[in-house]
């Protein structure tokens, strides 16, 4: 291989490690959903949030929302125009969750392809550097968000009531490859 076509495939090695590590940094990590407070939403500047329902809102096969979600949602509602957007296919469940909320939704997105969140954006009529994605996936939530260039938040998905202990294998192979790329995601408390 003669040196300039070795320098140029080094460099799109390089160019194509540097988009998928940046692709898996979420720009804030909290606890839960509920974290994320009306100054932080001020203090990144947010106007609209896009937010992800199974084991970011409710536990996976809870079908209701909690006390605590729906004052969340109140609290947050003046502050931020809010769309749900889930790969869940269930249009009973996701919409009664989204109808109980009054947040307008859509489900089967597919993420981490960009349509429906797109739509969702369109929909709030806000540019993407003024939404954020929030979800509990690195594969799915962040890696849409980042390839819309929105504002990304990593939420620890929400156990299931009857769980006592609950893993996560996916998303655990999620933050092993996340930083064996050299990322750092640090919970903000």
């Not at 590590?21 to 979420?26: A, G, S, T």
């Not at 001020?42 to 536990?59: A, W």
């Not at 996916?170 to 490859?177: M, T």
Request: contains cysteine; glycine residues 4%; hydrophobic residues 45%.
């Amino acid at each position: 291989m003669n040196s300039q076509l070795s320098k140029f495939v080094e460099k799109e090695i390089v160019a194509n490690y540097m988009t998928f590590k940046n692709l898996l940094q979420p720009n804030l990590f909290l606890e839960s959903v509920l974290n994320l407070t009306p100054e932080m939403i001020q203090q990144h500047q947010l106007k609209g949030l896009v937010l992800d329902v199974d084991e970011t809102l409710v536990p996976i096969t809870v079908g209701n929302i909690s006390e605590d979600l729906q004052d969340w949602i109140e609290k947050i509602r003046p502050h931020v125009s809010m769309w749900l957007v889930s790969n869940n296919l269930s249009e009973s469940r996701i919409g009664s969750i989204a109808r109980s909320l009054d947040i307008p939704y859509f489900v089967g997105a597919a993420k981490p392809r960009r349509h429906k969140v797109r739509q969702a954006m369109e929909k709030m009529d806000l540019p993407c550097n003024q939404v954020a994605m929030v979800g509990d996936r690195l594969f799915t939530d962040v890696v849409v968000g980042n390839r819309l260039e929105m504002f990304t938040i990593l939420v620890n998905p929400i156990p299931h009531p009857d769980t006592i202990i609950r893993i996560h294998p996916i998303r655990d192979i999620e933050f092993f490859i996340s930083s064996l790329l050299g990322n750092t995601i640090t919970l903000k408390q």
